[in-house]
């Protein structure tokens, strides 16, 4: 049996959304800001790009800690994980 090498990038699933993305058009060094000007000016572009969704989605379940993905900062991101857990904990709890 011989060992599966990964889909490339380019021709995953994931590339189908990433492809649409309005930060292709952009300098990628632009998401992943060093203040918070530079968030903002990463959440203008996201505000109004088509896969915003599904990039958000991406980072949450790959645990993505840099950058700027679906138009959330690594501290939103982890809020929103956080609610998540303890959305699912009171869930658990009924």
Known sequence: MTAQT?????????AAWMARGSCRDH???MFFPSDGVGVDRARRICAT???QAPCLEYALAHRIEHGVWGGASERERRRILKRRRLAETVLADR
Not at 6 to 14: A, I, K, R, V
């Open 6 to 14: 990964p889909e490339p990038l380019l021709t995953s699933p994931t």
């Open 27 to 29: 300098d990628p060094a």
């Open 49 to 51: 790009c088509p896969v």
